[in-house]
């Protein structure tokens, strides 16, 4: 990282502070450049979309040149200038440049990452640079290779892209209304630690006037690069920027600074240095609104750019208003403390059963306004760790593009349901399963085109990725057009490996049979994942956190695999069930129905296997108290209970003594806290200060099948 002077005249603040806040939103213009390039149409790109990537590059630029991160800065300023050449429709975008410029954003990760402290060699980005300077130049580049560590430091870079061309001219900055007065004299302190950024002094005698406090700034730098900087402290709406008036004393000296005449522009604050919009005009009228330096030639008219910089301006302001960043350990923290809140309201919920109602008529109500309030407050903190799904979803766009390219194959990608929600740690859980799913799309599932073609589809495959709620869960399909799962060649490869795989085997068995540890489908090793390379390491990640995986496939037509998982790990419906003196949970999502059964309906099958007629249908029959060893003290019991539950595509009739009820529970690692036990996820602690165990559902409905 480069080393800035936090401490000059020792009472400076460290700068440091504000680099996360950089890094976070540099991450999302990436990402978001990203996106835009992989969704532009290149035959009839949209004025909008270009000038859209052109801003996410431009406020990397802008916090790189304040940080002092000169690599990042130089590479997104070339950038610009390609950028800025394409929306002004003076180049026509080509693929190659679009490669260019994807390639440039996963240089500009590396540059970042590096910076933030992941260590590492500097990246050698000369062979990219030199790509876009010369696309930016309408020549025909050679194609750029990926940017690679260096293991010395490229030499000569070019100056830090810092705008030595401009003179000094004075500023009026006015901050506020602010809610705390003293972000202010921050600010001011920010301004100071950074070198050669020029003077501030405050006007008025440093007074606040309605709320708002003004400044006399003397700078070099542009109005956008102020904001970039001054919006690391306070919102963007709490700042403005207006031209000197002739009573504070700046003229033009010896810095040379031009007379700042001109009424403040009413756009004032997005991109004053950037270079002109499309259908610019005028040239060389840039430097008017506010006493900027002049822009590059072919720059737009002050007018063009404000209506355009409204807008844009109106927009972030609402989303700032709207929005607040928050660290992933204060939410963690937040959801233990109201876990640890619902036991405690489950236990005086259990201990007031035992008062008297009638006498104690408030203290009644109280607890059950406490038991309302207490799980709208679960369900309020708990949404703030659901994500949308288009987190997961937007890394794929790019990693499918590459990898078409690379096998020579058309591939159209679609999205579906992007806003469905997932806990933030089942998210991070399921992403490496979900990816190593659509490569298997791509690389196994979608023909080649020539293939395509002969068997009637058209040449360009489809992978469909979607999201949606169903009952209590999330299922996410990954859904491909291509040339499905041949059974007979699962059947034979299943005999090679010695595996039992009879032809009478259903079809759902028989895909079943890829999530055997090291099976393939693939006739040739690519360093491409082959379908069902490591589907067993996907099923098992899915499993573990307490998800499902079903595969549905018709050869030649294509294949679906669905995965469906709980949506939070944290809290849960669940049912509490009674077995002698014990009590279980079982998730009541996987719950379907509960009768009463005597022991003459329950029929012996094999002299072991027990199974219960329901409606027409055999299921087996799973004794808790078997299972489990529950002891038991009374010698008579009433009639067995079954409860139906469903997990796995299977169904299973669990007998039990009673049914206790229906409550969230707070669930708990069992495995992190004492050791892995068979058939059972997890643990909560009841109204009673009681330890009961959650069964795993999909275990015992596996246990039954066997």
């Known amino acids: ?92 975008p080509t693929a190659p440049m679009v490669d260019v410029l994807l390639q440039a954003g996963d240089a500009l990760r590396s540059q970042l990452a590096r910076h933030q402290g992941a260590g590492g060699d500097p990246v050698d980005t000369t062979e990219l640079l030199a790509a876009i300077r010369a696309m930016g130049a309408g020549e025909v580049a050679p194609p750029a290779a990926k940017a690679v560590a260096a293991p010395v430091v490229v030499a000569p ?173 204060k939410v963690d923290q937040l959801i233990n403390l109201v876990g640890e809140l619902v036991i405690t309201q489950a236990m005086l919920a259990q201990n007031s059963k035992q008062i008297d109602t009638g006498l104690y008529q408030q203290l009644a109500a109280g607890l059950a306004n406490l038991d309302r309030n207490t799980r709208d407050l679960q369900e309020s903190v708990m949404s703030i760790r659901m994500i949308p799904m288009s987190t997961v979803f937007s890394r794929f766009p790019r990693m499918l593009r590459d990898l078409a390219t690379k096998l020579g194959k058309k591939v159209e990608f679609v999205t579906q349901g992007e806003a469905t929600e997932l806990d933030k740690g089942l998210v991070e859980k399921i992403t490496d399963p979900l990816t190593h799913l659509v490569r298997n799309s791509c690389d196994h599932g979608i023909e080649l085109p020539a293939e395509r073609l002969a068997n009637g589809k058209s040449e360009q495959g489809t992978i469909t990725l979607s999201a949606s709620h169903q009952g209590g869960s999330i299922v996410i399909e990954v859904r491909d057009d291509g040339r499905g799962l041949s059974r007979q060649k699962l059947l034979n490869k299943a005999r090679q490996r010695g595996i039992d795989a009879p032809d009478s085997l259903t079809d759902s068995e028989v895909w079943g049979l890829i999530f055997e540890p090291g099976f393939s489908t693939a006739d040739v090793v690519t360093d491409v994942s082959g379908r069902g390379v490591g589907m067993d ?98 010698v008579d019991k009433g009639p067995a209970i079954m409860v139906v539950v469903e997990a796995d595509g299977g169904r299973v009739a669990l007998m039990v003594d009673e049914l206790l009820g229906q409550q969230q529970v707070v669930v708990k690692n069992l495995e992190a806290n004492y050791r892995k036990v068979d058939d059972v996820s997890g643990a909560t602690i009841m109204g009673d200060g009681r330890v009961a165990l959650i069964l795993d559902v999909g275990s015992m409905v596996r246990r039954s099948r066997h």
Do not use: W
């Open 1 to 92: 990282m480069s080393d800035m002077n936090t401490d000059q005249g020792g009472a400076g603040i460290d700068l440091s502070q504000f680099y996360q806040v950089f890094f976070e939103e540099a991450g999302e213009n990436l990402e978001r450049m990203e996106q835009q390039l992989l969704a532009i149409d290149i035959e009839a790109a949209d004025d909008e979309e270009l000038n859209s990537i052109f801003r996410c590059a431009h406020s990397v630029k802008g916090g790189a040149a304040t940080f002092g991160f000169a690599d990042v800065a130089e590479l997104t300023h070339q950038m610009e200038t390609l950028l800025d050449r394409l929306r002004r429709h003076e180049l026509t």
């Open 157 to 329: 870079k070019e100056p830090e892209p810092v705008a030595t061309d401009r003179t000094a001219r004075g500023l009026e900055l006015r901050i506020g209304p602010l809610t705390n007065p003293a972000d202010a004299d921050n600010l001011v302190e920010l301004f100071k630690e950074i070198p050669d950024l020029g003077t501030i002094e405050p006007l008025d005698g440093g007074q606040a006037s309605d709320g708002i406090r003004r400044f006399k700034v003397v700078t070099t730098s542009s109005d956008s690069d102020l904001l970039d900087l001054f919006t690391f402290h306070v919102s963007r709406e709490s700042i403005s920027l207006l031209p000197l008036t002739s009573g504070y004393g700046f003229h033009a000296g010896a810095a040379g600074a031009p007379p700042v005449e001109n009424p403040p522009d009413p756009g004032f604050g997005f991109f004053e240095d950037a270079p002109g919009l499309p259908g610019s005009k005028s040239a060389g009228s840039d430097a008017t609104a506010t006493g900027a330096a002049p822009a590059q030639s072919g720059a737009p008219a002050a007018a063009p750019r404000a209506a355009a910089a409204k807008p844009e301006k109106a927009a972030s302001a609402a989303l700032e208003a709207s929005t607040l960043r928050v660290s992933v350990e």
């Open 537 to 634: 390491v996907v099923k098992k990640n899915i499993t573990a956190v307490g998800g499902t995986v079903e595969i549905e496939s018709a050869e030649g037509y294509g294949m679906r695999v669905s995965v469906r998982l709980p949506l939070t790990l944290a809290i849960m419906d669940g049912m509490s069930v009674g077995i002698g003196d014990e009590v279980y949970i079982l998730p009541l999502s996987s719950v379907v129905e509960s009768f009463q059964v005597s022991q003459h309906t329950i029929k012996t099958i094999g002299g072991s296997g027990r199974v219960v007629e329901v409606r027409g249908d055999y299921m087996p029959v799973m004794d808790l108290e078997q299972i489990f060893n529950v002891p038991r003290f009374e």
